[in-house]
């Protein structure tokens, strides 16, 4: 029971996560420049993703522009859409893999199957948060070393948005729901190969004490 309480538990976390994968990897905002200016009535506030740019301006007008040519962008950017977009595509692979080899679903078979369908998704889930992992902490290079660039106008510097801290938090549930998952798996194959059955045992058991007795009719 404990050990399913906690694949749930897991899998709350993997939702989340994959919830944040998304909303990071579609969000505007991985980096901010607030312009204020010398009116704060005219302060505008610039916002760039891995596919739009964003301007808002104090007035309540909103622009978006999308990014179409791939190759005109930086490395990090054409990298970052490429991993979140892996990280999204296994993190889904894995809360569709694991629905089936949870203990407390009624799919996917005897406990062996289970077992194994419960590990494929954790590993799922581990390798869509390195994936997330990876761009995130990039981008966050990026940006802090323009920002310290003494050579970069301050008009040209950026801090970093909510979609990295969105995109950080979710890389850690999935990681933790897959290490949850994968050792829970692994836990229960190494009872078993510690604590094998003893029901073989028993026939040759049977088998001597019948042989004995037929050994004593004949005497």
């Known amino acids: ?17 994959v919830f944040g994968d998304i909303t ?27 596919w739009m740019d ?7 007008m909103f622009s978006c522009t999308l990014k179409y040519s791939v190759l005109s962008l930086p490395v990090y950017i054409q990298a970052a859409r490429t991993t979140m977009v892996l ?13 089936v080899g949870m203990k407390c679903t009624k799919l996917g078979g005897d406990a062996n199957s289970k077992s194994h369908a419960c590990f494929a998704g954790g590993v799922c889930f581990i390798l869509g948060g390195i994936f997330g992992l990876v761009p995130t902490s990039w ?9 310290l660039d003494q050579t970069i106008p301050e008009s ?7 979609a990295v801290y ?10 933790i729901a897959g290490v949850i998952f994968c050792t829970s798996c692994f836990k229960k194959q190494h009872g078993a190969w510690i604590y094998p059955s003893k029901q073989h045992h028993l026939p040759s058991t049977d088998q001597e ?7 004593k009719d004949y005497v």
């Open 1 to 17: 029971m404990a050990s399913a309480s906690l694949q749930f538990f897991a899998f709350i976390l993997a939702l989340f996560g």
């Open 166 to 175: 969105t995109g950080f938090i979710s890389a850690g549930f999935l990681l």
């Open 87 to 99: 990280s999204c595509i296994l993190s889904a692979f894995g809360i569709c893999i694991t629905t």
């Open 54 to 60: 964003c301007t808002w301006y104090s007035t309540g």
């Open 139 to 147: 981008y966050t290079r990026e940006i802090i070393s323009n920002f």
């Open 24 to 50: 990071a990897t579609l969000l505007p905002n991985w980096k901010v420049n607030a312009d204020v200016g010398s009116n704060i009535i005219t302060a505008i506030t610039q916002m760039q993703g891995l």
């Open 209 to 215: 004490s019948n042989t004995g007795y037929n050994l």
């Open 156 to 162: 040209s510097k950026h801090e970093p948005g909510g």
